[in-house]
């Protein structure tokens, strides 16, 4: 299983992005996909998660800002970013809860970041 997010870049303050990420491989079933961030020296932070069913969950620093959708044909999901702010960068990663066959247990894998800026 891969999964490879798109869509990063540098943007002006009060600007938008959206990212993109896709899944790929053995899947069976995904479960959820969710979005996170990190900045050098912090933890990853949690942004927002979705279920297939169209479920969302968002961390309190990015709700009023970010939306969270999915698209359950093209296993992937992305990230309307509002309103950025300098503070807002860091690297972008995503991630998907799935079963790779019907009887797999659910695993979560991980994608390799997105670089997203935000400066004048």
């Known amino acids: 299983v891969q999964l490879v997010e798109s869509g990063g870049g540098l943007v002006q303050p009060g600007g938008s992005l959206r990212l993109s990420c896709a899944a790929s491989?053995?899947?069976?079933?995904?479960?959820?996909m969710g979005w996170y961030r990190q900045v050098p020296g912090k933890e990853r932070e949690f942004l927002a998660d979705?279920?297939?069913?169209?479920?969302?969950n968002y961390g309190d620093s990015v709700k009023d800002r970010f939306t969270i959708s999915i698209d359950n044909a093209k296993n992937t999901v992305y990230l309307q970013m509002n309103n950025l702010r300098p503070e807002d960068t860091a690297v972008y990663y995503c991630?998907?809860?799935?079963?790779?066959?019907?009887?797999?247990?659910?695993?979560?894998?991980w994608g390799q970041g997105t670089q997203v800026t935000v400066s004048s």
């Open positions: 491989g053995r899947i069976f079933s995904i479960n959820a």
């Open positions: 979705i279920t297939s069913g169209g479920r969302t």
């Open positions: 991630n998907a809860d799935l079963r790779s066959t019907p009887i797999a247990m659910s695993t979560t894998y």
